[in-house]
């Protein structure tokens, strides 16, 4: 099926956008995006073009993991013949297309997962000091926020978050594979309100701004030495970030 090109819009209209704050793809399209072979192999290649320039992480496109797996090949495949209906759209003319939304996250994404580096908060050699004092306040953490708008950061579907020295704070795999398929990996936001309606933050979320953005796809979150301290410096802190609770607000394009 994916014969990647690198353009998200192709000939035939069929603009696809991702929705971050869902992982999905949506798009408008005919009633029956299957009764016609030539509009199907239209959506089939608009589809492709978008995975193409679509982070799986900093330095990998979701083309590239797809191009390489069978299985997820035919999960696109399938998604693609069944996909689910958002809304229905009246046009001026007369003509009836639906909004189809195509998800970004399910089985076909364990082969991806990065496999553990067997201790966390590490990255080659090196670890981060999380034996310091704890940071205590009135309200335990409950969860982190972290503004990456305006840092160029592209969301992805497995985003490293590091210090400034490019030590690992998180990283997927430092999260139990299982959490990751049925309940997701790092989240994503356009606005603080939204972000803070999430009830996985709990009620006392950490509220951080991103220093900058880092790798080939521009998709490691890179925080500052003094917030970088904060977010590891107690057990429950490390807790809550391997439970995956974070969310992160990026600039809605």
């Not at 978050?161 to 690992?168: E, N, T, W």
């Not at 594979?177 to 049925?182: A, G, H, N, T, V």
């Not at 490691?220 to 969310?247: F, H």
Request: glycine share 6%.
């Amino acid at each position: 099926m994916l014969q990647l090109m690198f353009a998200v819009f192709l000939t035939g209209g069929y603009d696809m956008r991702i929705e971050w704050s869902e992982l999905a793809v949506h798009f408008f399209g005919p009633v029956d995006i299957t009764s016609e072979p030539t509009t199907r192999s239209e959506i089939m290649a608009s589809l492709d073009s978008l995975l193409a320039v679509t982070p799986l992480d900093a330095e990998r496109t979701l083309g590239d993991a797809v191009r390489r797996s069978q299985d997820a090949d035919n999960y696109f495949e399938t998604s693609l013949a069944y996909p689910q209906v958002v809304s229905t759209r009246y046009s001026t003319s007369g003509e009836i297309l639906n909004e189809y939304s195509i998800s970004l996250f399910g089985p076909f994404l364990e082969e991806f997962i990065p496999r553990s580096y067997g201790v966390n908060l590490r990255t080659g050699n090196e670890s981060i000091d999380t034996t310091s004092e704890e940071i205590t306040t009135s309200i335990p953490i409950t969860g982190f926020v972290i503004d990456a708008r305006g840092t160029g950061f592209n969301p992805a579907i497995f985003p490293r978050i590091l210090d400034s020295q490019g030590r690992v704070i998180l990283d997927a795999s430092m999260v139990k594979r299982s959490q990751i398929l049925e309940r997701g990996y790092i989240k994503y936001a356009y606005t603080p309100r939204q972000a803070l309606e999430t009830r996985e933050l709990g009620l006392n979320p950490l509220r951080i701004v991103a220093e900058r953005a880092e790798g080939r796809n521009r998709s490691n979150i890179v925080l500052n030495s003094e917030d970088a301290t904060l977010v590891t410096s107690s057990a429950l802190n490390q807790k809550l970030l391997t439970e995956c609770r974070v969310i992160v607000i990026v600039d809605e394009n």
